[in-house]
């Protein structure tokens, strides 16, 4: 696969997992944490999103993903230990699989 396929690749779960953030229902106190993620993940999509669409330098889509993967490891967390259902199985592991891709050699003189 090349730069451009696994970033919509990483763009489409990315979308998965905030639709499962917006339809979480749960305690009052899980729904609001899922909702409080949600907030936090849709404009970080969103500008990774534009980013990726005006093809700019990595660093700053790295620093992106920087801050998604801080959300990431909240869903993770709340996800994995069996206290929130967020999403389908695999999207979190297809998360973290395509979540280092624009640091990746292998893609070095490719451009988003």
Request: net charge negative; with cysteine.
């Given at each position: 696969?090349?730069?451009?396929?696994?970033?919509?690749?990483?763009?489409?779960?990315?979308?998965?997992?905030?639709?499962?953030?917006?339809?979480?229902q749960g305690s009052p106190v899980q729904t609001e944490y899922a909702d409080q993620l949600c907030r936090r993940l849709v404009p970080l999509v969103e500008e990774l999103r534009s980013l990726i669409e005006e093809?700019?330098?990595?660093?700053?889509?790295?620093?992106?993903?920087?801050?998604?993967?801080?959300?990431?490891?909240?869903?993770?967390?709340?996800?994995?230990?069996?206290?929130?259902?967020?999403?389908?199985?695999?999207?979190?592991?297809?998360?973290?699989?395509?979540?280092?891709?624009?640091?990746?050699?292998?893609?070095?003189?490719?451009?988003?």
């Amino acid at each position: 696969m090349g730069l451009r396929r696994d970033a919509e690749g990483l763009l489409g779960t990315l979308e998965s997992v905030a639709a499962g953030l917006a339809a979480f229902q749960g305690s009052p106190v899980q729904t609001e944490y899922a909702d409080q993620l949600c907030r936090r993940l849709v404009p970080l999509v969103e500008e990774l999103r534009s980013l990726i669409e005006e093809r700019v330098d990595r660093s700053e889509i790295m620093r992106t993903m920087a801050a998604i993967k801080e959300v990431m490891h909240e869903v993770n967390g709340a996800s994995t230990k069996g206290e929130m259902k967020i999403c389908e199985a695999g999207v979190l592991e297809a998360f973290w699989d395509l979540s280092a891709i624009f640091q990746e050699r292998r893609y070095r003189d490719e451009r988003p």
